[in-house]
């Protein structure tokens, strides 16, 4: 049983809803951050890279990189590798765009952090980089160990 009932998925989510509304004055929806995301993470990444890291086809890749590139958060320059792709990169605009994010996240959880003490808040952001370490070293690791828990069905490995 899933004793933290996917409470952080769920704060997370409004988090997330809070910050889109509010950053929708940039004309960026989740989709388009989290493909920001994916460039500024990963300088000159090809469009084919981000159809595989971020789970969605090429037409709507090339869709999201044009319409990224004329708001002006992502220039494409021809790969000298191969002439008919393109590598992406983040441009100043949406560093200020990422920048913009981080501050109202960070202003929502300090809010949402205030009902406790502070003893109580250093124990849970303790506790918190505990479980972010530990998600962070399986992503490195593609995910290996929760890809075979979940294929084999064992909670407990």
């Known amino acids: 049983m899933d004793i933290t009932q996917r409470k952080i998925t769920k704060i997370a989510r409004e988090v997330s809803k809070f910050t ?18 994916a460039v500024r993470k990963t300088p000159g990444i090809t469009q084919a ?4 890291k971020l789970g969605i086809d090429k037409s709507a890749v090339a869709r999201q990189a044009s319409s990224l590139e004329s708001k002006g ?10 002439g008919r792709s393109h590598l992406l990169f983040a441009t100043e605009k949406s560093e200020s765009l990422k920048n ?13 952090s205030e009902p406790l003490s502070e003893t109580e808040r250093v124990e849970f952001a ?32």
């Open 20 to 37: 889109v509304r509010t950053l929708k004055a940039d004309g960026i929806g989740t989709s388009e951050f989290d493909f920001i995301h």
């Open 49 to 52: 890279e981000i159809c595989k």
């Open 73 to 82: 958060y992502l220039i494409r320059k021809t790969n000298p590798a191969d």
């Open 100 to 112: 913009s994010k981080t501050h109202v996240e960070a202003i929502f959880y300090e809010w949402l």
């Open 126 to 157: 303790k506790l918190l980089d505990i479980l972010y370490q530990r998600c962070k070293a399986e992503s490195k690791a593609d995910f290996f160990t929760i890809s075979e828990i979940v294929k084999d069905g064992n909670k407990n490995a």
